[in-house]
């Protein structure tokens, strides 16, 4: 059985492809690099990619604080792990390093990122219609281990499942 994972702009990867394996073993490696460098600045770490953009690869790295991360924040983290990577040769190839705060349209994407929005407001979009609609706005109040509840301003409240929800974000938008 050969066993495949989608990855962001619909690329199908063989799990036993080393390219695959390369790209992974990178983020993993970033992460246990990156993790003890975001806890002394009391900070968290939102996503970490490594994909190829046009001819060069990029490391992208989206963290947050309680209160949110500022740009000299986000320049220091940056400067610090550059310099370990570097020691440590994590990476062979020339590669762009970004680090940023997730922004305003955070993207919500696991369980912990819902904890994390209890009380905003989101904008969560589901693969079909639940009660007839497949765009829930409102804040949300409530998450399982299964789904979350979004409240609208009207004070209607929908169930969303986890697994039925295509794409979730901060909503920024003012209505």
Not at 36 to 41: L, V
């Amino acid at each position: 059985i050969i066993l495949h994972l989608f990855i962001k702009g619909g690329i199908k990867w063989d799990l036993k492809d080393p390219l695959f394996l390369l790209y992974m073993d990178v983020i993993q490696r970033v992460m246990e690099i990156l993790a003890p460098i975001a806890e002394k600045k009391d900070a968290f770490v939102v996503d970490v990619a490594y994909k190829r953009e046009g001819s060069a690869m990029v490391l992208r790295i989206l963290m947050d604080k309680k209160n949110g991360v500022s740009i000299d924040e986000c320049a220091d983290i940056n400067n610090e792990l550059s310099q370990v990577l570097d020691e440590q040769v994590v990476i062979n190839d020339f590669y762009i390093l970004e680090i940023s705060s997730p922004g305003l349209d955070r993207v919500l994407k696991k369980p912990k990122d819902f904890k994390w929005a209890m009380g905003r407001r989101i904008k969560a979009t589901t693969y079909a219609p639940i009660e007839g609609n497949n765009v829930f706005r409102g804040t949300l109040v409530g998450i399982g281990e299964k789904s979350i509840v979004v409240e609208t301003k009207e004070g209607v409240s929908s169930e969303i499942p986890l697994d039925k929800i295509a794409k979730a974000k901060l909503d920024s938008e003012l209505k």
